[in-house]
């Protein structure tokens, strides 16, 4: 009778182990993969952990961002991935938005879209909806607070003007950025996207607050209203 076998790290040849690899040469000398190998610690009946966590890559064509948008469901469809294991990729990606999140923060002010960009991006990607954003900025384009203002579906979000206006105001902004995802990763504004720009720009420029800039964003890219002549 055939004894089925649970591979391990320990089953990989020493210089491949990746725990040992790390100690021996640090962290950055480890592939995705290993990385993935390490958080599992071991792979399936056919399959070691390294090869277990290269075949989950390929499946997502080895983008790390569509890697942080799975579930544990996602996950678990993998022979050799548990619910406790799933939890621990969710986990170890929701550490690294939060880390891209808290070396975003160091950049307070604004000065040009990709500063925005950079700033907004860790809160919009990784999301399979919409979600609108606005960044309140005092007069040395300095970021005072940044807020979500509307959550949606997968193809929109409804933009409430007067809710972000009485935010501008109780925190006495001058400016206002404006940020929303695309989740189909298509950077070209709608009319409805252009439709709210220039509402909210007029609209604000009654009170003598500049909107300065509505940001589009995508897992790597961004689309700018200013830098596009659009404002």
Known sequence: METSTNYTLK???????????????????????????????????????????????????????????LQVSDLTQFNG??????????????????HALAVAELKTQVRSSNDIFENI????????????????LNKANR?????????????????DVKIILRLALQKLASGIILAHNHPSGNLQPSDADISVTKKLRDAAKLMEIAVLDHLIIGDRDYYSFADNGIL
């Open 11 to 69: 089953h990989l040849a020493e210089e491949d182990r990746p725990r040992e690899k790390m100690l021996a040469f640090g962290r950055q000398s480890l592939t995705v993969a290993e990385l993935i190998a390490i958080l599992i610690g071991s792979g399936n009946t056919g399959e070691t952990a390294v090869e277990l966590s290269t075949r989950i890559l390929a499946h997502y064509g080895n983008d790390l961002n569509a890697i942080g948008k």
């Open 143 to 159: 970021i005072i607070s940044k807020e979500k203002v509307s959550s949606g579906g997968v193809a929109g979000t409804v933009v």
């Open 121 to 136: 991006h860790p809160h919009l990607s990784d999301l399979a909806h919409e979600e609108f954003w606005v960044i309140y």
């Open 81 to 98: 991935i548990g619910e406790a294991k799933a939890v621990s990729i969710i986990a170890a990606m929701e550490l690294g938005r939060r």
